[in-house]
């Protein structure tokens, strides 16, 4: 079972996608009514995965905007060591965000 990490400023590279295994980045912001509801199937992704999940509020962390380009939220990245393996745009279910876990694990 994996957990749900909250970015809170931490070196991104070196903590958090500079890791062995698969680290889901979920880029989002309170006022994006998709990103709300993709909460609930990243809950469930995390109690039924081993995938790292980090949130990272887009407002909070602009610089991540221009980084990977986001033009419209919510947008999931899959990190498989360190290297984007899955560009996921605007809400994703469980079942299609479990097919790419799968998929790279």
């Given at each position: 079972?994996?957990r749900?990490?909250?970015?809170a400023?931490?070196?991104?590279?070196?903590?958090?996608?500079?890791?062995n295994?698969?680290?889901?980045?979920?880029?989002?912001?309170?006022?994006?009514?998709?990103?709300q509801?993709l909460?609930?199937?990243l809950v469930?992704?995390?109690?039924?995965?081993?995938?790292?999940?980090?949130?990272?509020?887009?407002?909070?962390?602009?610089?991540f905007?221009?980084?990977?380009?986001?033009r419209?939220?919510?947008?999931?990245?899959l990190?498989?060591?360190?290297?984007?393996?899955?560009?996921?745009?605007?809400?994703?279910?469980?079942?299609?965000?479990?097919?790419?876990?799968?998929?790279?694990?």
């Open positions: 079972m994996s749900i990490i909250n970015y400023g931490e070196d991104f590279d070196n903590e958090i996608i500079l890791q295994g698969l680290t889901l980045v979920d880029f989002f912001a309170i006022w994006c009514g998709p990103c509801m909460e609930k199937v469930e992704v995390a109690n039924n995965s081993e995938c790292k999940i980090v949130k990272i509020d887009v407002d909070d962390y602009p610089e905007g221009a980084k990977f380009k986001i419209g939220l919510p947008l999931l990245l990190f498989k060591d360190g290297q984007i393996v899955e560009t996921l745009k605007g809400f994703q279910t469980f079942d299609e965000i479990m097919e790419k876990i799968n998929l790279h694990n």
